[in-house]
């Protein structure tokens, strides 16, 4: 399609309306001091709503694909649950940048040696990442989120999925 100079496409922005997402979060958690990192893989799904454009509140749900173990140590990662804020700019060339604010609670089985016990940890949650407008409905998503958990512990993310936005 040739556009006059000085055009550009347009591309649909957020509107108030229903959004859902799947995503595969490869987490790490472990202590840098002691080189001592396991990195289980989350699924996850949300169901969102725009509030306003770029503004949107979101529930999630997520339970491990994929555990960790190193020496003695097994990590199996239940489940987590959470609350999101989005704040989302408007699509340029076909991207658009978010920022998710949240709370998380996560819990996970970990054994040392034969003794196992369950670990629920509760904590805030920042993401930062991209979105690429595939149609005006479907969008592929990438981000690194920050969890911040009770208690001094920290998970760091790489999270990769896809939205689809039932009211585009």
């Avoid at 591309?11 to 396991?38: H, I, T």
């Avoid at 001094?152 to 993310?157: F, G, K, L």
Wanted: hydrophobic residues 40%.
């Amino acid at each position: 399609m040739l556009l006059p100079v000085g055009a550009s496409a347009q591309w649909p922005e957020a509107k108030p309306g229903v959004y859902l997402s799947a995503f595969l979060d490869r987490q790490s958690l472990g202590e840098s001091e002691n080189s001592v990192e396991l990195r289980p893989i989350l699924g996850s799904v949300s169901a969102g709503y725009w509030v306003r454009p770029g503004i949107g509140i979101e529930l999630e749900a997520g339970v491990g694909l994929a555990d960790d173990s190193l020496g003695s140590l097994d990590l199996d990662f239940e489940s987590q649950l959470g609350i999101n804020l989005r704040l989302e700019s408007l699509p340029v060339s076909r991207f658009a940048a978010y920022a998710l604010f949240g709370y998380v609670r996560s819990s996970y089985d970990v054994s040392v040696g034969g003794s196992s016990s369950s670990i629920t940890l509760p904590g805030g949650r920042l993401s930062l990442g991209m979105t690429y407008l595939i149609n005006p409905f479907l969008r592929i998503e990438a981000g690194l989120t920050h969890h911040d958990y009770d208690g001094d512990t920290r998970v760091n993310s790489f999270r990769f999925g896809l939205r689809y936005d039932l009211d585009s």
